[in-house]
């Protein structure tokens, strides 16, 4: 079973403006939360991540959201730039897993100048 | 340069042959692991190791085997058995230090011709 879903395969923003990208998960022993930045042919790239013990951490232009009740959390990026666009990962573990990661399917933000 | 280099970036390989993928970090990392990724989909483990000398299947680990014989390396036989070899075939390392966030490497993309 899909532990973290994606549910929009892409999405399109315009220059300047924000990216707002969405991630569930159905694990309740999830307790760490990461997003990966992918380029085609090459690695993902980490950008950011969030503890279970908070609800918001920022970094820059990205900010993670997390909404632990909802089993939800979310990647902001404002503003946003035409380098942006990407595929972006959501991923998660838990405290037996430790860095053994479940991804979610990404999502491949495109950003139109 | 610190950081994960994996090799061959482009292989071919003819059905019912093996082929072994170099993993290699100086990162002084304990964890490394495979993905696998294909269109469309998010990252699947395969096999990941925690410590020299011991690994563990991932989630799609059929078709493939894995070694750790020295910290920095961790290599990734495809095997004759594997069905659907062709991929795009990603490994990462990590350590507690980092948490649960994990490095990867630029990516090796496997042909099956």
């Known amino acids: 079973d899909q532990q973290v879903k994606q549910n929009s395969p892409s999405l399109s923003v315009q220059e300047g403006r924000i990216s707002i990208l969405n991630c569930d998960y159905t694990?309740?022993?999830?307790?760490?939360f990461l997003w990966y930045k992918k380029y085609p042919a090459e690695g993902p790239t980490f950008l950011i991540s969030?503890?279970?013990?908070?609800d918001k951490n920022e970094d820059g232009r990205f900010t993670v959201f997390l909404n632990k009740s909802a089993k939800h959390l979310s990647l902001h990026i404002v503003p946003s730039q035409p380098g942006d666009s990407a595929v972006y990962f959501c991923a998660a573990s838990d405290r037996t897993s430790g860095s053994r990661l479940t991804f979610g399917e990404g999502t491949q933000l495109t950003v139109n100048p | 340069d610190g950081g994960i280099t994996q090799s061959p970036k482009y292989l071919f390989r003819k059905e019912g042959q093996n082929v072994t993928l170099s993993c290699e970090q100086n990162l002084n990392h304990d964890a490394m692991y495979w993905y696998r990724q294909d269109p469309g989909q998010g990252l699947r483990l395969i096999y990941y190791?925690?410590?020299?000398?011991?690994?563990q299947k991932g989630d799609i680990a059929e078709g493939y085997s894995v070694s750790r014989e020295k910290k920095e390396s961790f290599p990734l036989t495809v095997t004759s058995a594997q069905k659907n070899p062709t991929a795009f075939y990603l490994c990462?390392?990590?350590?507690?230090?980092?948490?649960?966030?994990?490095?990867f490497g630029e990516g090796s993309w496997l042909t099956v011709v």
């Open positions: 990462a390392s990590g350590t507690r230090i980092s948490g649960n966030t994990i490095y």
């Open positions: 694990n309740s022993m999830f307790d760490y």
């Open positions: 969030i503890s279970s013990i908070k």
């Open positions: 190791s925690q410590i020299v000398n011991d690994f």
